[in-house]
């Protein structure tokens, strides 16, 4: 809302916050390479897309304060490999390096250059929520628990190595572009609880050649399998 703006404008360099709430990091092509930064203690928010295509951030520090944290805020992070939070905070937490909310019950955001090429989400989680694989290329396999029932807008996009993914029966709802460019992807079983495929949900999977369709999915978007030409269904 205030980019473009003189506010904006006079703002110099670095984290730039308005009020409690952090909102941006201006200029993201001039941070240090691999930086790891601290969110100033007293911030309570952090703005929707705050880091976005920081490609130099490596780690981020979250204070106690901290109480919402807004969409695709880490989209684009290619070097990010841990966001730690401060154990007092009421309201998220990391495992590892990995942001949840604090009850576990979602995923916020598994940091795009983590070295790991398999991971098991807990048990516990219910939501993968927007971006929160978003573009990790280290990824070969991912195991979701049963529990899950919501894959969000974007979740594994562009984790072009996923080769191995097996939606658990819980789930509910796939949204769009949650599997969009995963180019690696060869095969994947819808679950029967899923009533609708959205919008290029598995759009430019362009090595998936076996899908499983259950009965009881009675709406697939027209570009759901955009470009993936070698599909069976």
Not at 118 to 129: A, C, H, R
Not at 174 to 189: D, H, N, V
Not at 215 to 224: E, R
Request: charged share 15%; aromatic share 10%.
């Amino acid at each position: 809302a205030f980019d473009y703006t003189a506010w904006s404008s006079a703002q110099p360099y670095g984290l730039v916050y308005l009020g409690d709430f952090l909102y941006t990091y201006k200029g993201a092509t001039s941070m240090e390479y691999n930086a790891s930064i601290a969110i100033k203690e007293g911030t309570i928010g952090i703005v929707e897309g705050a880091f976005s295509s920081c490609h130099n951030l490596k780690s981020l520090n979250i204070p106690d304060s901290v109480i919402s944290i807004g969409d695709n805020v880490f989209t684009h992070c290619s070097r990010l490999t841990n966001i730690f939070v401060d154990k007092n905070n009421a309201f998220y937490v990391d495992v590892d390096g990995v942001l949840y909310t604090k009850n576990q019950e979602k995923i916020i955001c598994y940091p795009a250059n983590k070295e790991a090429t398999s991971f098991i989400i807990p048990q516990g989680v219910k939501v993968i929520e927007k971006n929160a694989f978003s573009r990790c290329i280290n990824l070969i396999d991912v195991v979701i628990p049963n529990g899950v029932t919501e894959i969000k807008y974007d979740a594994f996009i562009g984790c072009t190595n996923l080769r191995s993914i097996i939606l658990p029966d819980s789930t509910e709802s796939i949204g769009e572009y949650a599997f969009s460019g995963c180019t690696g992807l060869k095969q994947i079983t819808i679950p029967e609880n899923i009533q609708s495929i959205d919008a290029q949900a598995f759009a430019g999977c362009t090595n998936l050649t076996d899908i499983y369709i259950p009965d009881t999915v009675t709406s697939i978007a027209d570009d759901a399998f955009l470009n993936c030409d070698n599909v069976t269904i």
